[in-house]
């Protein structure tokens, strides 16, 4: 089993920055993909960015080149910088990962922090 943690969301002016982070534990499985999905009101949950254990990387359209995603294998952590916000930005995000456990991908969720981009 693996939990995740987020922390950095909050309130921030158009045009600001933020930082998120996400770190797991309680196992010491290898994880395989870590990233961060957002949900509006009213809205599915999408992803914003991820990033497989080898580096690879994918990014929504709409965060390409204000957002980086970084991950830290060893800390078993991983960071979403995002630049430029926007209302449209403003949403619950949350961590993701995926491990295998002998054949079987297993799926994990952090709880989420909120991130409002308002005047």
């Known amino acids: 089993q693996v939990q995740l943690v987020e922390s950095g969301g909050g309130l921030v002016q158009p045009g600001g920055s933020l930082r998120l982070s996400c770190s797991a534990s309680?196992?010491?499985?290898?994880?395989?993909?870590m990233g961060w999905y957002r949900q509006a009101p009213g809205k599915e949950r999408e992803l914003v960015a991820d990033?497989?254990?080898?580096?690879?990387?994918n990014y929504a359209v709409s965060v390409k080149g204000r957002f980086t995603i970084s991950r830290d294998n060893a800390k078993k952590t991983v960071s979403l910088q995002m630049n430029g916000l926007k209302p449209e930005d403003t949403a619950v995000y949350s961590c993701?990962?995926?491990?295998?456990?002998?054949?079987?991908?297993?799926?994990?969720w952090g709880q989420g922090t909120r991130v409002t981009v308002s005047s």
């Open positions: 993701y990962a995926n491990a295998y456990i002998g054949s079987w991908l297993h799926h994990y």
């Open positions: 309680g196992s010491a499985l290898i994880i395989n993909t």
């Open positions: 990033m497989a254990s080898g580096g690879r990387t």
